[in-house]
């Protein structure tokens, strides 16, 4: 629904059919449809001239279902029936066609197929009422096959056009409303439910592997709690227009909001080329999207999400994004065939793109919630590797693939205790819950005693002394390409449930070990705000009694304390500008140490280099090889030197920026203690509440708040840097240095020195590889020494951020603490203009705002012990 379209006269026109002075913000989707939607059924209802009581039965039903009894827009339903009843307004189509401008084609066969139902209450569907639904479908441009489908389906007449029944069931597929509001949610549902099931179609796709309810019954709590998040925003503004709330709380409450619509869970594939990942996910989703073949073919990361339309999008590193077809898509998706049988690096350094997004309304698993990552591999290629680590930053979880007919070979043993370091915030004696192991090929091993063998190797890696994984339901052995058949043949096998059961795991994890947790974090954000404003409104009320009164000395205190507030931020800028210096020098000496020892230390790691391939028969892979360690060995020098060196550097002096803002938040709260004391004012309870403890909880100030942030930052995802983000600062350098090319350069410069350079012919291996070896090392530290400037300028640019961010934080939260004085004083002056009828008038809202906030706070509770369901 596009609101920017919302017209004057819409917003006049709203407000007098619910009988308020409403502005154009307050007119929200869900009352545009309400206000449609009556206006709809009593234009039904009065086609033929009766109002019987089926009908009157039907439309209390609709709207109860549409509306719970503690949903605010229950008050509008009255006045909305009395107004359009009255006024007639189910007469003047202008008026329905103002009502619906902003309708999105799906809203208004929504909103169409409510008149359709209420046509058929009394059993039969009278002609005048037809023709009348006739008239509004036309005038809002709705295909009339889809009227036939509504029609038939609600007089139980049967429906020859299967395709127009299929595309209404898209069309009004309760995913595509879950952006808008739970209204929409509730009613495509309700529709869906009384027609006719879905055809089954002869195409690719014949059916889901799940059916998702978990996850679709997290979605459904995740928008009830925005909704709450709407109506609390609504009734706090209301109350800073009037002086008594703080517009802080107001934008709090919207941040939750943002989080709350924006909430997803991101699934990554990671794993070896070969080992069957595009197969897999075409498996998740139920259809061949991914292209797949036996040579790597994942170029670029590519995200599968849900969309109201198939679109796919491609993202360029240079900002610019365009819609490609899908057949363009699976070409982009891809690595040449050429490509991937040798020259990957030339390919993807001279690649442009950055990512592809392909957007789909039918993938099942999308469609509630999830965005699943097709990421380019690890350990095949650089610079696909350095990408996949991007992605496994915000991955909520992992699967990890492997074939079983050479099922975790030493290099993936490897992976997997990195894969372990960067999402389980580097402890090694514990596993990381998010990693499933997706044991692929499982039907090409031909006997039982393989079978078993495999499954022992697994758990031996996996459940060893220091655990890859935690958690059950963590290991899967699966044929996705045998899974996926049978899905697209619409036939069951045994793979076919293996794959199910593996699916239910993914979704059991996510809904109670990551979207439980999400819900409970922003319902108790909300409960803070609410708490905060319930100690507004306790305050204003001691002063509209005159139990609280600030005197002249009172407001001069307040003023001195202010000033003194703006100085503490002067201080922390000051000093958080000096540690940023002191880190800068610091970490630059220690770079540029490193970087000289460097070489040494690369051409040692690379005496236990090994590979498969012989100097003779396939030189140019084997030093491909050898170039693929350099640059592994490359990153986890990096990683060390991260580690290491800047923790120490980086920690001492974040530390003590921290104890200053610790300091001068404590003064805050002691002067915040002594008005209390002196005055009864609640303003340390309101210097909590307000969200200030949260977002400088390692300072001491009490709550659960910069000491999560130090912890993460000097032990979370990948380290320290990786907690601070300096992680991503590497990596970012990273690619710039591997996009120029670095084994191109070394397999170029080698080739440049000609076969007969490493003496083909002679007998001593050992020393024709250590010549090999020697010239990797060379040529790979030349073209990295080239680049490590730029790399070392990411990383300042981290550092500077880091002190940024922490000073920021306390700035925004001094400027509250101030905003709790100066809405002191204005709550004081308010009260000081106020004559006896307007203080009692004031006690009045007072008393009925703190009602609003603890009829909010029961619906947060609600919501809160249905969802436990999910963990039960």
Known sequence: MNTSLISSQTVELVSRLTGQNLRKEDITPPILFLAALITVLLGVINADGTFGAEEKQQLATTLKELIPANNSLQKLVMPMLKSVTQHQV??????????????????????????????????????????????????????????????????????????????????????????????????????????PAKPKQQTNRKQSVSSYQELKKFQEYRQELNDVCKTLSSSLRDGSDRKVFSPNLTEEVTKISQRLKSQCFRVAVVGDFSKGKSTLLNALVGEKIQPARATPCSGTVTILKYGSKRRVICHYKNGCKEEISPEEYKEKAAISKKAASGSIAD??????????????????????????????????????????????????????????????????????????????????????????????????????????????????????????????????FISAKSALDAILDGTENEYVKSFQD????????????????????????????????????NQMREISEGKLTLSQGDKAKIFEEMAEASGRDVKIRLLANKLREESLEEARESWHEWVKILDDRMATKSKKWTSEHNHIWSQDKLIRDYAKQFVWELTQEIDVWSDQKMQFILKQKIETLDFKIKEEFYAIRQEFQEFDLRLSTSLVTQFNNLGIAKNL?????????????????????????GGLGLGGAVAAGLLFFAGLGIIPVILGGLAAGGGGAFGLGMLDVDGIHKQIKQKVVMLGYEKFNESSQSIFDKIQERIIAVFEERVETSSGAIAQAMSLWENLLEQQEKRDRQNQAE???????????????????????AILNQSDRLIQ
């Open 90 to 195: 189910y007469k003047r189509f202008p008026v329905l066609l103002a009502l619906t401008a902003c309708f999105s084609e799906v809203e208004k066969l929504l909103l169409i197929s409510f008149g359709y139902q209420m046509s058929a209450a009394d059993g039969t569907m009278d002609d005048r009422e037809k023709e009348y639904l006739k008239i509004i479908a036309s005038r809002l441009g709705i295909d009339g096959r889809y009227l036939t489908v509504l029609e038939a389906s609600f007089s139980n007449q049967s429906i020859s056009d299967t395709a127009a029944l299929a595309e209404v069931h898209s069309l009004l597929d309760p995913a595509r409303f879950q952006s808008l509001d739970s209204l929409f949610v509730r009613a495509a549902s309700h529709i869906i439910g009384h027609l």
């Open 347 to 476: 390919e993807i350094a001279k690649s442009e793109i950055a990512e592809i997004v392909f957007e789909h309304p039918e993938l099942e698993l999308c469609s509630n919630g999830v965005e699943i990552i097709d990421t380019p591999g690890l350990n095949e290629q650089a610079e696909r590797t350095l990408a996949t680590q991007q992605v496994l930053k915000t991955a909520d979880a992992v699967i990890f693939l492997t074939n079983a007919n050479n099922v975790l070979p030493q290099t993936e043993e490897k992976l997997l205790f990195y894969l372990k370091k960067e999402l389980n915030y580097g402890k090694e004696d514990e596993g990381a819950r998010n990693i499933f192991i997706a044991v692929n090929f499982f039907d090409g091993l031909e006997t039982e005693e393989d079978r078993q063998d495999v499954k022992e190797r697994v758990e031996t890696i996996v459940n060893g002394e220091k655990p890859i994984i935690a958690g059950e339901n963590r290991i899967h």
């Open 502 to 537: 593996f699916t239910k795991s993914l979704e059991q994890f996510l809904t109670v070990e990551r979207g439980a947790i999400a819900l409970r974090q922003s319902a108790t954000g909300i409960k803070q705000i609410i708490n905060a404003g319930c100690d507004k409104l």
């Open 697 to 721: 909880g390692g300072i001491g100030i009490g709550g659960s708040s910069i000491a999560s942030s130090i912890n993460s930052d000097i032990g979370g995802p990948g380290g320290f840097l």
């Open 839 to 861: 203080c009692d008038t004031e006690k009045v809202w007072l008393a009925e705002k703190r009602r609003e906030l603890e009829q909010v706070q029961n619906q947060i509770e």
